[in-house]
């Protein structure tokens, strides 16, 4: 029983990390999960991790709905596109 709940906990929290996707070389796009009242910038640590000297933000999305937009999620995603420098 005790696995079963630790395997729970990991998926959750697997869920609510923000994931990233390369666009070219130095350009990176950074999805958000969705957070009660929004984003005021990219996630620092996966900024950080995929541009250890500096980052400055080309673009910020942000919508209702999830990922796809195909659930009923209450809170923003914020889609942000960072460039390396």
Known sequence: MRSL???FLLLLAACT???????DEKTFRIEDPGIP???EGPNRRMASR??????RVLDSESHK???DRAIDDP???TVWTIRCI
């Open 50 to 55: 995929l541009c250890p000297k500096g980052y």
């Open 37 to 39: 009242g929004g984003s």
């Open 17 to 23: 990390e923000a994931t990233a996707s390369r666009v």
């Open 75 to 77: 809170n923003t995603m």
């Open 5 to 7: 709940s630790l395997l």
């Open 65 to 67: 709905g999830g990922p």
